[in-house]
């Protein structure tokens, strides 16, 4: 099974190079797509050099006209261009470990009907100080069986990064659309909550870490505010107004809509959202029934064996 690395680049000459090599050491990285999103600095460059070096295995695009098109648009070029059956991000800013896929890997073969898996990842200064701190899900995040959506969207057993997910590029396709070019932060994870919602995953914690994240005053994520939040959250309810989603859910969506709403115009009101979200966190979500299903433990760590539904279920009480 080969993979498809895609790298958007913008302003990242001092990183790319190295988040590029990191994808190339993995055997199983057959095509790394580098979509150049018209930077300041010296990235095109520096893509171009790489492209020469590895001319069989690294791909450079730009958009038409040389346009800057933000993130969410060059994912969604990059994944115009992958060949390979499964499909992994990568921020031009951070860096693969060699073991990033080996047991995403094995499972996938293992279980045609996984669409995705996610893994670990850890920021850099607890990379190297070797600190124990990760960004990932737990396993309990599994107890809903192949349905992560639940999980996923209150974070209540954490979430991921845009370099932990592995998936099929056939399983993509059933979406009705990828990354959101309208949303200028927050694409990654508007995105994961649709794939969540659609699609089947797991969550695995053998992999501590898969990919190791910088911060610097260059990421775009330091740029996320109330505003860019409201957007997200009025996103996210536009997309599910209307699905089957668990009623314990739909109001968990509603109340972060009204907290970054009142939050983007600076109203005390956002002070009582966050009051009521905190008690809804405490005493309603940990009730709700769809985390009542038992995870099937007949397969390591973080997976459920039994067979599954084509499509995740969703409780709408």
């Known amino acids: 099974m080969g993979i498809s690395v895609i790298i958007p680049v913008y302003n990242a ?3 790319v190079a190295a988040a590029v090599l990191s994808a190339l050491a993995i055997n199983e990285v057959r095509q790394v797509i580098l979509i150049e999103d018209c930077s300041p600095d010296n990235s095109l460059a520096i893509c171009q050099d790489l492209v020469r070096q590895h001319p069989n295995l690294v791909e450079l695009h730009m958009h038409p006209d040389r346009r800057q098109l933000g993130a969410g648009a060059s994912r969604n070029l990059g994944l115009e261009k992958a060949k390979e059956e499964l499909v992994a991000f990568l921020d031009a800013d951070d860096y693969y470990l060699p073991h990033r896929f080996d047991y995403p890997l094995e499972l996938l073969r293992s279980r045609p009907d996984i669409d995705y898996v996610v893994s670990p990842s850890q920021l850099e200064h607890d990379y190297l100080t070797n600190s124990g701190r990760y960004t990932m899900m737990s396993e309990a995040a599994n107890n809903t069986m192949c349905n992560l959506f639940p999980a996923l969207l209150t974070e209540r057993h954490g979430y991921f990064d845009t370099n932990s997910i592995l998936i099929r590029a ?4 059933r979406l009705s659309q990828l990354f959101n070019p309208t ?6 994870s508007e995105l994961w909550l649709r794939i969540a919602y659609k699609l089947r995953g797991y969550t695995e914690n053998l992999t501590l870490p898969g990919s190791v994240v910088r911060r610097h005053s260059k990421n775009r994520i330091t740029h996320r505010n109330a505003s860019s939040l409201s957007l997200y959250w009025d996103t996210v309810a536009t997309e599910f107004q209307g699905r089957e989603v668990h009623r314990t859910l739909a109001r968990f969506i ?10 983007r115009k600076n109203s005390p009101i956002s002070y009582l959202y966050l009051l009521y979200m905190q008690f809804y966190d405490a005493a309603v979500l940990p009730w709700a029934d769809f985390w009542k299903t038992s995870a099937d433990t007949s397969l390591p760590v973080g997976i459920g064996a039994q067979s599954l539904p084509e499509e995740p279920q969703h409780l709408f009480i």
């Not at 949303?183 to 990654?188: C, F, K, R, S, V």
């Not at 509603?254 to 939050?263: C, E, G, I, N, V």
């Open 13 to 15: 000459e001092e990183f």
């Open 170 to 173: 056939q399983s993509l396709k």
């Open 183 to 188: 949303l200028t932060l927050h694409q990654d």
């Open 254 to 263: 509603r109340l972060k809509k009204k907290h970054y709403h009142y939050l």
